[in-house]
């Protein structure tokens, strides 16, 4: 089997509704617009879909001039990117501090409305730094809004695999990845250190644990009772750091890749 990219997802902010395009930039930050704006709490604490499963139903278009925003029951709003001399606002995501533009008030009412509570949206800028973990990043090495890294990978067989021990299937979006592989074993990735995709080459770096986020299905918008995926994954794929499943990648280099290139493993 030859192993190639059958997917790209990119999730213009965090923890909302994919987009999957048939091409992207690769850039040093992760996928071009790919987790560049955030939702936080008035304090400036990042907020997910752990904590409000409707965030995936959020559809965020990014615009030559900004962003488009569309929820159900809520009508769509454009808001352009915030000027050079926009209000900042130190944020946190995870252990990282960052300092973020506020992305505005009429941002800020649509998404409390759509979410029900007082929250802000920001959006991470040139000036916005945030550096990936010095455990497993090179100096320099950066990272936008994703948990940790700027990829985030999984093959198509480990999904496949893990729905024949489900009574109901669940997405690849259940697991937000940015790069889905075909023509693969299953959790082949976790055998990789370096792989090439068209021109980009990426370092993998460190599997991805996993968490109550993938028990939210991303069509509805609603946490399963049941515990599932995580309850099944639990039972074959813990491991000391926790349940993993995908591998975080860092890439090494710049350009476009696309869908139905070919993955080439390098060690």
């Not at 965030?55 to 050079?84: C, Q, S, Y």
């Not at 409305?113 to 455990?135: C, K, P, Y």
């Not at 090495?141 to 669940?170: K, M, Y």
Request: proline share 7%; net charge neutral.
């Amino acid at each position: 089997m030859t192993p190639t990219l059958s997917a790209l997802h990119i999730f213009p902010v965090k923890s909302c509704a994919a987009l999957s395009p048939a091409e992207v930039q690769v850039e040093p930050r992760g996928l071009a617009g790919d987790r560049r704006w955030m939702i936080v709490d008035p304090a400036g604490k990042f907020v997910t879909g752990r904590l409000y499963a409707r965030m995936p139903l959020i559809r965020a278009t990014p615009l030559a001039h900004g962003l488009r925003l569309e929820a159900p029951d809520a009508p769509a709003l454009e808001i352009a990117f915030p000027a050079a001399d926009a209000p900042r606002l130190a944020v946190e995501v995870w252990k990282s501090r960052v300092d973020a533009v506020c992305a505005g008030a009429a941002a800020d009412a649509w998404i409390s409305r759509v979410l029900g509570t007082g929250l802000r949206l920001v959006h991470m800028d040139q000036a916005a730094q945030r550096a990936v973990s010095a455990d497993y990043g090179r100096p320099g090495d950066e990272v936008s809004f994703a948990d940790g890294f700027p990829h985030l990978l999984i093959s198509q067989a480990a999904l496949d695999q893990l729905n024949t021990r489900l009574s109901t299937p669940v997405s690849m979006l259940n697991f937000r990845p940015n790069l889905v592989v075909s023509g693969t074993a299953p959790h082949a990735e976790d055998d990789w250190k370096r792989i090439r995709i068209g021109e980009v080459e990426f370092d993998l770096v460190k599997p991805c644990t996993r968490c109550v986020f993938t028990t939210v299905d991303p069509l509805r918008g609603e946490r399963r009772d049941d515990g599932e995926p995580l309850k099944t994954l639990t039972s074959y794929r813990r491991t000391p750091a926790g349940v993993t499943f995908g591998q975080n990648l860092i890439a090494r280099g710049q350009g476009v890749i696309r869908v139905g290139d070919r993955v080439e493993v390098l060690a």
